[in-house]
T-cell receptor, first 114, second 110 residues
Framework: AQSVTQPDIHITVSEGASLELRCNYS??????LFWYVQSPGQGLQLLLK??????LVQGIKGFEAEFKRSQSSFNLRKPSVHWSDAAEYFC????????????FGAGTRLAVHP | DVKVTQSSRYLVKRTGEKVFLECVQD?????MFWYRQDPGLGLRLIYF???????EKGDIPEGYSVSREKKERFSLILESASTNQTSMYLC?????????FGEGSRLTVL
C-alpha cells in the first residue's frame, strides 16, 4: 500500500538557520508529490508540487524541494528560516487515478527560535 | 482568491447527537473533500464529491455520511456522534492539482 513517512514530528531551528524537512514515500511508480503548510489556526496551503521533469522544484515563501527517486524522498528545504515559518508541514503523495485521493504524512511541526 | 468557508470553527456535542458540518466554496470547483486531522496521523480522507449528488468513500468513511445538493456546498454528517470522532475536520475543494482548505472545524464529543 502507498504510504508517506515524515520521520521528524517536531523540529526547532533558530531564525536565519537553514531547514530541511524529510519526506519518504512508498509507491511503485513515480508519484505526484506535494508539500502543504498549515499555519496556526489556518487551513493548509500548497507550498510546491512535483509531477515530472526537473527534480528540484521551487515553491512559495522561498521553499524548494528535491525529488530523489533512488531514495524515494521529497525533502523540503529553505536556506534561511523566518519566524513566520513556524507552522506544521505536510508531505502528500498522489497516486495513479487522479488527484482526489492524496495520502498525507503525519506532519512535522516547526518551531523557530529568535 | 479561492475561499473555502467552514461555518463552525468549534463545536461541542454529546454522544449520540447528530452533527452537521457545513462547507462552502466560492470558486465553482467540482471536487470537494472532507478530511479528518489527528495528531500523529496527519490528514485522512473521509469522503469526497466530484459533482453534485456524487460522492465517493475515502479511507475512513465509517460513522460519517455526506451531502452535496449544490455545487458550492458539501456537508459532513455524523449520524450519531461518538467520543472517538472528537477531532479537527478540514474541508477542501480542488482545482487542477491544488487543494484549497478551509480553516477547520474542531469537534469535541462528550
Amino acid at each position: 500500500a502507498q504510504s508517506v513517512t515524515q520521520p521528524d514530528i517536531h523540529i526547532t531551528v533558530s531564525e536565519g538557520a537553514s531547514l530541511e524537512l524529510r519526506c519518504n514515500y512508498s509507491y511503485g511508480a513515480t508519484p505526484y508529490l506535494f508539500w502543504y503548510v498549515q499555519s496556526p489556526g489556518q487551513g493548509l496551503q500548497l507550498l510546491l508540487k512535483y509531477f515530472s521533469g526537473d527534480t528540484l522544484v521551487q515553491g512559495i515563501k522561498g521553499f524548494e524541494a528535491e525529488f530523489k527517486r533512488s531514495q524515494s524522498s521529497f525533502n523540503l528545504r529553505k536556506p534561511s528560516v523566518h519566524w513566520s515559518d513556524a507552522a506544521e508541514y505536510f508531505c502528500a503523495v498522489g497516486v495513479s487515478g487522479g488527484y482526489n485521493k492524496l495520502i498525507f504524512g503525519a506532519g512535522t511541526r516547526l518551531a523557530v527560535h529568535p | 482568491d479561492v475561499k473555502v468557508t467552514q461555518s463552525s470553527r468549534y463545536l461541542v456535542k454529546r454522544t449520540g447527537e447528530k452533527v452537521f458540518l457545513e462547507c462552502v466554496q466560492d470558486m465553482d470547483h467540482e471536487n470537494m473533500f472532507w478530511y479528518r486531522q489527528d495528531p500523529g496521523l496527519g490528514l485522512r480522507l473521509i469522503y469526497f464529491s466530484y459533482d453534485v449528488k456524487m460522492k465517493e468513500k475515502g479511507d475512513i468513511p465509517e460513522g460519517y455520511s455526506v451531502s452535496r445538493e449544490k455545487k458550492e456546498r458539501f456537508s459532513l454528517i455524523l449520524e450519531s456522534a461518538s467520543t472517538n470522532q472528537t477531532s479537527m475536520y478540514l474541508c477542501a475543494s480542488r482545482t487542477g492539482t491544488t487543494l484549497f482548505f478551509g480553516e477547520g472545524s474542531r469537534l469535541t464529543v462528550l
